[in-house]
């Protein structure tokens, strides 16, 4: 199967930006490991960060021509904002399970509501980079249990 890790703005500094919020892991470090992971599991895995909700949306679209499986996001700081990008993945109909290295839940009350939540198949936060694994883990056993 086909996967498509998408990363919202600002993750493209990870490593370097609030390390104690965000870990000390970088964007390609991550992304590389999930790529291993889904190649051992015999399952082809891509990846975009983009600090543009249009190169988002038009990435979503792209998607379904594609014909990609399953998408994770973490959409960042659009996650609160983007009306858009959630209706880019409801209008591809491909699965999604979204992610935040920390818990949304226990910072900024601006944080705590999300545009994908309840469209979501499901949501993991507060877990670090481990929480990236942990939805492509859990979006190859959708796939491979169907
Ligand atoms: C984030 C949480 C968001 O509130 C924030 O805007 C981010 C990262 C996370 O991974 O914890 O940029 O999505």
């Known amino acids: 199967a086909s996967l498509l890790v998408l990363h919202g703005p600002n993750l493209n500094l990870l490593g370097t930006r609030e390390p104690g919020v965000y870990g000390a892991v970088t964007l390609e470090q991550i992304n590389q490991r999930l790529r291993e992971l889904a190649s051992l599991r015999g399952h082809h895995l891509l990846t975009l960060q983009s ?75 507060g877990l670090g980079a481990k929480g990236y694994e942990l939805a492509l883990d859990a979006a190859l056993h959708r796939i491979e249990h169907p």
């Open 51 to 125: 600090n543009a909700e249009h190169e988002l949306i038009e990435r979503i679209h792209a998607a379904r021509d594609e014909a990609i499986d399953f998408i994770i996001i973490n959409p960042a700081a659009f996650t609160h904002t983007s009306v858009a990008i959630r209706d880019a993945l409801l209008a591809v109909s491909i699965p999604f399970i979204e992610v935040h290295l920390s818990n949304v839940h226990k910072r900024e009350p601006f944080r705590h509501h999300s545009y994908f939540s309840d469209v979501a198949e499901g949501v993991i936060c």
